[in-house]
């Protein structure tokens, strides 16, 4: 271990208020610290600045899985196993499971949030992707109060989001869902466990009567642009549309307005446009009335 360990502060409150006051007292000078999947490898590494860190992981307030009249609350502390776990989430919003399901081995699922997975902000995070297909929100909390803001509206750059330095993320919101979309998650990665993705599409679409046009959609790619996107312009080429092989290539072509691929040490920007329009079309294919 490079970091020198007497120089870092762990406070691990039991409640939430406390939490929050601590925050409050020294806005900015905590930082959360949830499963700690994300920030013990910086400590390994030596990236992890010394300092003050807020243990999360007593707090029970933040944890669990809850169906209320308006759809599903989310601890922002429920790990990934949970989510596996859950018959609600299983059986309404598939999406999370496969993501779930993909992200790392099984250690870093029983430890890893879905907090976490959000605030560390990576485009190439697994969850975000379904978040947004899923239209979520996410519930903030401080010693000020509690506030919502949609997911679409959370991360507003590289690395950046719409999070105070008082504030933790609390839950995440997910409205209630109509049975008839059709729903889709595919992450490519270089080999099939413990990869980040370097392409992750999710998707969901409802057709207006069976084998009839696209009466909505939503489609969300990670790791290709500076935070996970909704695919807005492919979205608007087959909206009202039936799914005919012109409509498919028309999304196909527009899903390169939506996306901002870049080379990196885990893939070329080529490849990343390549495979997400790849992915598009095969999604599309299969839903196509034949
Ligand atoms: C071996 C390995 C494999 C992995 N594979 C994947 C993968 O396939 N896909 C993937 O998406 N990720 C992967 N990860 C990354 C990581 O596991 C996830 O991002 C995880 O969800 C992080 O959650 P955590 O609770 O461990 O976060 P932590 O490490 O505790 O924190 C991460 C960040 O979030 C902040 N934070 C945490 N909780 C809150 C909160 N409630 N409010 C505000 N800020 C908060 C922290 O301050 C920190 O900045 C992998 C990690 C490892 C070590």
């Not at 999947?37 to 999360?56: F, N």
């Not at 919502?148 to 869902?177: N, Q, T």
Request: hydrophobic fraction near 45%; charge should be positive.
């Amino acid at each position: 271990m490079r970091a020198y360990l007497p120089a870092y502060d762990l406070r691990a409150p039991d409640t939430l208020n406390e939490a929050v006051s601590v925050l409050a007292a020294a806005p900015g000078a905590w930082r959360p610290f949830a499963g700690g999947t994300d920030l013990m490898v910086q400590l390994e590494s030596g990236a992890l600045p010394e300092g003050r860190y807020l243990g999360l992981w007593k707090i029970r307030e933040l944890r669990g899985i809850r169906e209320t009249s308006a759809g599903v609350e989310i601890g922002a502390l429920t790990p990934y196993s949970e989510l596996l776990a859950s018959d609600v989430l299983g059986r309404e919003y598939p999406l999370l499971g496969h993501a779930a399901r993909e992200t790392g081995g099984v250690a870093t699922q029983n430890r890893g949030t879905i907090g976490g997975n959000i605030a560390n902000a990576s485009p190439a995070a697994d969850t975000p992707p379904a978040l947004l297909v899923y239209d979520a929100e996410v519930e903030l909390i401080s010693v000020r109060g509690n506030r919502r803001v949609p997911y679409d509206a959370f991360h507003r750059g590289y690395k950046k989001m719409d999070l105070a330095p008082d504030e933790l993320i609390a839950r995440v919101r997910l409205p209630k869902r109509v049975p008839e979309w059709r729903e889709h998650y595919r992450k490519v990665g270089t080999r099939k466990a413990q990869a980040i993705s370097k392409v992750c599409l999710a998707g969901a679409l409802k057709l207006d009567t069976p084998g009839g046009a696209v009466a909505d959609v939503r489609i969300a790619l990670g790791s290709v642009a500076p935070t996970v996107v909704r695919a807005r312009s492919a979205e608007a080429a087959i909206r009202g549309q039936r799914l005919e092989p012109a409509v498919i290539e028309a999304a196909v072509r527009a899903l390169a307005q939506d996306i901002a691929p870049i080379d990196d040490i885990r893939s070329t920007a080529r490849y990343r446009l390549s495979v997400a329009q790849r992915l598009l079309r095969q999604w599309l294919q299969q839903v196509a009335p034949q």
